[in-house]
């Protein structure tokens, strides 16, 4: 699963799945958030933080907490704020283009582009379905949705679109396959989620 985050902590953190949890500054992640966590810990690595100010250096998405045995809330605060910051700045990163296949038809260039897609071998392509809708992303930032609805409504297999799905791409087939916490995160969001899934090394 691709990560989203760095967490250097000295702390056990058990939330391992999409965040990169070290207790080295060498082993950050590039270009990802980082939260530091405990004042030892940040004094050490950034010396020139502020106790009173979560920010370490918001330009370079560097921000710090104390850690949970040093100011149980204050840490929890922080952490959850750290991570709506994180989720932010994955939306940025994303487009988001729903194809209205009743206004586009099967024959547009949006679609033709989205079936070449489907269909392309030479890397991986990641679907998430849920509730009637398909997210397909590729690996240059966009997720494109499609309503199962409305294929159906102008006549098409649904069928034979779906196997089409399911035997070139990787599908996420729903919410109770997703760990609770990315759930939670992604709500409303929920063309994000396969770009979770994706390892391609653009998205580092």
Known sequence: MR??????????????????????????????PVL???????KKNYPEFNRLSM?????KDI?????????????????KEFVGKVVEKLVKTVKYEYVNIITEGL??????YINNLIHNKQKEIISFINNGLVYIYDSYKTVY???????????EN????LSNIYSNTTVITNKDSIPLNIRTLFIGKNYLIPCLYSNNKENQ
């Open 63 to 79: 921000y710090w907490t104390y850690g949970p045995r040093e100011k149980r809330n204050v840490y929890e605060d922080r952490l």
């Open 158 to 161: 649904v069928k034979l679109f």
């Open 145 to 155: 949705g499609i309503s199962l609805r409305e294929i159906q409504y102008i006549g």
């Open 107 to 112: 024959c547009s260039d949006k679609i033709l």
């Open 3 to 32: 990560k989203i985050a760095n967490i250097l902590t000295k702390n056990l953190f058990t939330d391992n799945i999409f965040y990169n949890v070290v207790d080295d500054k060498s082993l950050l992640i590039k270009d990802l």
């Open 36 to 42: 530091c966590v405990g004042i030892e810990l940040t």
């Open 55 to 59: 920010d370490v250096d918001a330009d």
